[in-house]
């Protein structure tokens, strides 16, 4: 859980992750999980927060099981597939999640 004050300071972050959530259309609960994995690990560098976001995206679809893949997370987020790739493991491992191995 967040504070109040994460919400508002990253408010701008989180209405791009929901219009992110919205052009894959992710369930309430993916949409909720990827808020919590990006709130837990902002990076303190803007040009990062894209593509922590589009991780947070990744990461929290798998955890709901409503999965959707690198590529179609990095188009709906702008980013590059390989920008997700190299953090949605660490993203659920920092928040105490065990990445699936494949």
Not at 55 to 60: D, F, M, Q, R
Request: proline share 3%; net charge negative; glycine share 4%.
């Amino acid at each position: 859980m967040h504070s109040a004050r994460d919400r508002i300071e990253y408010e701008q972050w989180l209405e791009e992750l929901e219009v992110v959530a919205e052009r894959l259309e992710l369930s309430t609960e993916a949409r909720s999980c990827a808020i919590d994995l990006f709130l837990a690990d902002v990076p303190e560098d803007d040009r990062s927060k894209r593509a922590v976001l589009a991780a947070s995206v990744y990461a929290g679809s798998l955890v709901a099981g409503d999965g959707r893949t690198q590529g179609t997370v990095a188009e709906a987020a702008d980013v590059s597939r390989l920008s997700i790739q190299s953090r949605w493991k660490d993203l659920l491992e920092q928040a105490g999640l065990e990445p699936p191995r494949w």
